[in-house]
């Protein structure tokens, strides 16, 4: 029997950051995805998830997800892996599924939000909220029709890993934690405007003011390089707007950075000029696919 799991990368178009201390979250899943098959027999089961992640790691998956840039590979890989491992025992529900990768990218990087693992499990558009360590409440959202179209330009791989840009934050809530709170909460405002804004038709003005001001307080909160800040400023001289979509990043690359533009063929210039690499991404992707 041959089985085989996909799961897609995604981007946080608001909320990172703030989701792993109880503020919201809005996400999408991409159309990006992680893929792998293992050939199995009964008589060969993996006796435990991690001789799965063993047989995983020597069949190698199939990964249109840039690592390490903010767009949830190592959620991707988790979720891929509990839902091979669950199907496994026969159980294929998204809820087993999502626990269990939530699980394994705890081992991964110590305090995630979960917001992640959730969307791409899910997929879709997704609102997510950390309550409590046990209790996550998310709502998927209405996909919108019209909508602009989304970019995502590489400035550069960070340096730091995901776990080491939360620990920052951590440390930097220890020190000043009345001005950071004030910026999570500036940034759930977006949050909520923007799952608001999904109901209706989302003009471009509105979506391009948000990116901006979401990426002014994510420099203020310090996650974001200036390598990563001048690309930023540039998009934005052209009357587009971008922000960092994940973790970031402060000394090298912040990763991938989510981009819109009125105008695509001024961007592409942009970009061809600056010799930048990006790629076009369509939002409300599936989810996990077991088949
Ligand atoms: C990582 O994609 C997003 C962060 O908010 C961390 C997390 O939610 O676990 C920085």
Excluded: C
Excluded at 8 to 37: C, D, M, Q, W
Excluded at 106 to 115: D, L, Q, T, V
Excluded at 133 to 141: A, D, H, P, V, Y
Excluded at 216 to 225: D, F, P
Aim: net charge positive.
């Amino acid at each position: 029997m041959n089985i085989t799991v996909s799961a897609p990368g995604k981007v946080i178009l608001s909320g990172e950051h703030a989701v792993v201390y109880g503020y919201p979250a809005l996400l999408s899943a991409v159309n990006r995805r992680l893929t792998f098959s293992l050939p199995l027999q009964k008589t060969d089961y993996p006796k435990d998830i991690w001789e799965l992640e063993k047989r995983v790691r020597d069949i190698g998956v199939k990964s249109g997800i840039p690592l390490g840039s903010g767009m949830g590979s190592s959620a991707a890989y988790a979720v891929a892996v509990a839902a091979m491992w669950l199907k496994l025992q026969g159980i294929s529900t998204k809820k087993k599924i999502n626990e269990l990768a939530y699980n394994i990218e705890k081992k991964h990087h110590g305090n995630p939000s979960g917001a992640d693992n959730t969307i791409s499990t899910y997929g879709g558009y997704l609102w997510y909220r950390k309550e409590t360590e046990s209790l996550k409440t998310f709502q998927r959202l209405k996909v919108p029709t019209n909508t602009p179209s989304f970019y995502l330009i590489n400035s550069g791989k960070p340096e730091e890993t995901t776990k080491e840009m939360v620990d920052f934050i951590g440390e930097r809530i220890k020190d000043r934690s009345r001005v950071i709170k004030d910026i999570f909460l500036q940034i759930e405002k977006i949050v909520r405007h923007w799952a608001q804004s999904l109901e209706k038709d989302l003009p471009f003005n509105l979506i391009k003011e948000m990116i901006r001001d979401n990426q002014r307080l994510l420099v203020q909160l310090g996650v974001v390089s200036p390598v990563a800040q001048h690309m930023v400023s540039e998009v934005e001289k052209i009357d587009g707007a971008a922000k960092i979509t994940g973790a970031g990043g402060r000394l090298k690359g912040s990763g991938m950075l989510l981009v819109v533009h009125q105008d695509v063929e001024k961007l592409k210039l942009l970009v061809s000029t600056k010799r930048w690499d990006m790629l076009a991404i369509t939002l409300g992707e599936k989810g996990v696919i077991i088949s």
